[in-house]
């Protein structure tokens, strides 16, 4: 959703940040660009493409101040014009947001001017330009108390030696060193450059030079904000022999899991705490977040016996939801910066909920409104599809049910170590899973197929959605995870040869059940695959449809390895189509505005 970085110091510039937009071009590669400063002189290089077409016209950029963009679009078509950063008089503006008002701004303020891009953001360096009288704080204070939305904004001004930050909404991380400073979206940016960190808060604006970081509050009183350890290093974001990072990640999903449990105990006094008079749990995210949600919703109405509803943020946040008294609102989020999710949060804490968030993110926007985050220890995930991630939220979403439905001695209630010692049982199987299961006949399958359904019943319909998601995300084939029930309802009408379903099958007693789906495709010749750990239904469907088995485990704890299989499918899927599985095209990874 936009990468920015921010330098200033004793060196040159522009080297410093292309390196950092490189390991922020997970959050959007269609367009980039870099402006310096140099002794009162701003050069911009702007590019459509990604942040690699820089490279060349980066440098002839002097300065050791700059600032840089990689973009995700918004408001205008990926264009070198579009592309920023913005620069008007003394001003050059990199922004990552949207602001809504801005054609309100421009008919207000320039009626007669004609804008040189098609973007929201070019409003803000006009703005700038316009309320700019020599003071490089007040003008942002001024600008920032017109514009609606969200936004983190680099601003280089050639009076000042360094460059400025403000942000609403959007994310900015600033840090120092010697003779240093430096800002960026996210904490994978300043790896190697930076070791301590800080998260600035909505309202806030700063000063960033040669001298240092200068923060300051909404009213620009100095703010001090805390110092976190920057935990991205070169090494954590290093391919490691991989293709891609998607394949180094989904290798990465053991010690996901076995992470999350570890973490788990840091937060389990405070989560009982929270949960004391817990009667309901609505459970939100969006995307792959929102289907680990939908497995959460089945562990807390199985474990603790409790009503569970999973709500997709972006659906909840517009709605008058019924937040009762008793109820605990689940928020899951990888980044912690999914606008929708965030929202969903902000509102259902403001109805009286107790918020619990379950996120990658330990210092996110998400956090902020949570009474308790309960943490998934995944690592930096770059990669735009979420895999480990969704390992990671499995293995907190379970615990969390565990210890629900221990509070409310229910019969599936058991001691917290017996619950992280299944997960811990599953890690060696998982990394099995990974290591060696064959998909590639199956993504060849997949490959020429005009559309792929992923089908499943209970635990593993909401696996099928992932699976789905994940193909359909990174390959460009149509899609869809269907219960397998549902098929025979209206979408079996879609079925000929050129389709294929892939039947997700782990629950013994549902086994039979799925396999006449199974049958009704193969009647419509349809082809059909069966990812399952039945050994029954291995046995009587080999032969008949391609096979897929993974290691036998308690049902609830199948997705951890279904999902896998399906992640290994789409990401071999991809390579047979020649798709950039890391970067599909239109997506960045985090979304962080509506
Ligand atoms: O960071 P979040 O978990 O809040 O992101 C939510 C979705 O945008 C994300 O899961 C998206 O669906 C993934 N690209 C799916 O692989």
Request: charged letters at 20%.
């Amino acid at each position: 959703m936009c990468g920015i970085v921010g330098y200033s110091g004793r060196a040159a510039a522009a080297p410093v940040i292309y390196g950092g937009l490189k390991r922020l071009e997970y959050r959007g590669y269609d367009s980039a660009g870099i402006a310096t400063l140099d002794g009162g002189n701003i050069s911009v290089a702007k590019k459509q493409g990604k942040v690699s077409s820089l490279e060349s016209c980066a440098e002839n950029l002097s300065g050791e101040t700059g600032i840089g963009h990689t973009r995700w679009a918004t408001h205008g078509k990926p264009s070198d014009t579009n592309a920023h950063p913005h620069a008007i008089g003394k001003f050059a503006v990199v922004h990552n947001g949207i602001i809504e008002n801005y054609a309100e701004l421009k008919a207000r303020y320039f009626p007669d001017t004609d804008f040189l891009s098609r973007t929201d953001s070019e409003i803000i360096v006009r703005l700038l330009d316009k309320f700019y009288s020599g003071n490089l704080l007040h003008a942002l204070k001024e600008v920032s108390s017109l514009l609606k939305g969200s936004y983190a904004v680099l601003v280089i001004c050639a009076d000042f030696k360094g460059f400025a930050v403000m942000k609403y909404k959007s994310p900015v991380i600033v840090g120092g060193g010697r003779g240093e400073s430096f800002a960026a979206s996210d904490a994978p940016a300043l790896a190697g450059l930076c070791k301590k960190i800080s998260i600035l808060e909505d309202g806030d604006f700063a000063l960033a030079s040669a001298s240092g970081v200068k923060i300051y509050d909404n009213n620009l009183n100095p703010a001090a904000r805390q110092k976190i350890i920057n935990r991205a290093t070169a090494a954590s974001l290093d391919l490691n022999g991989c293709a891609h990072y998607m394949q180094k990640e989904i290798l990465e999903s053991p010690s996901a899991a076995e992470n999350t449990v570890k973490a788990f105990s840091r937060v389990q006094g405070k989560l009982k705490e929270v949960f004391a008079d817990v009667a309901r749990v609505i459970i939100t995210g969006c995307g792959t977040a929102y289907n680990s949600g939908l497995v959460a919703k089945r562990y807390i109405e199985s474990f603790a016996r409790m009503p569970a509803e999973a709500e997709i943020a972006g659906e909840f946040r517009y709605k008058n939801p019924v937040i009762t008294t008793g109820t605990a609102v689940i928020a899951i989020s990888q980044s912690g910066e999914t606008a929708d999710t965030v929202e969903a949060a902000k509102l259902a804490k403001s109805l009286g909920a107790k918020v619990i968030a379950v996120t990658n993110a330990p210092y996110s926007a998400l956090t902020l409104v949570s009474d308790v985050v309960v943490p998934v220890a995944a690592g930096h995930e770059i990669c735009v599809a979420a895999t480990k991630s969704y390992t990671g939220q499995i293995a907190a979403l379970y615990l969390t049910a565990k210890l629900l439905a221990s509070l409310n001695k229910k019969p599936a209630a058991q001691t917290m170590k017996n619950a992280k010692a299944e997960i811990c049982a599953i890690v060696p199987l998982l990394t099995d899973t990974v290591a060696h299961t064959d998909m590639d006949a199956l993504a060849q399958v997949c490959a020429r197929a005009d559309g792929v359904y992923f089908l499943g019943r209970d635990i593993d319909y909401a696996v099928a959605l992932e699976g789905s998601l994940k193909l359909k995300e990174i390959t460009y084939i149509q899609s869809e995870g269907y219960p397998a029930g549902e098929l025979k309802h209206g979408t079996l009408a879609l079925i000929d040869e050129n389709k294929t379903a892939v039947v997700i099958i782990t629950d013994e007693n549902l086994a039979i059940k799925c396999e006449n789906a199974v049958e009704q495709v193969l009647s419509r010749k349809g082809k059909v695959a069966v990812i399952t750990n039945v050994t029954g239904c291995a046995r009587r469907l080999k032969g008949k449809v391609p096979v897929i088995e993974i290691p036998p485990s308690p049902k609830e704890l199948s997705p951890l390895l279904s999902a896998a299989a399906v992640q290994l499918l789409a990401y071999k899927t991809a390579l047979i189509l020649e798709r950039n599985p890391d970067q599909p095209r239109n997506l960045a990874k985090s979304v962080t505005v509506e």
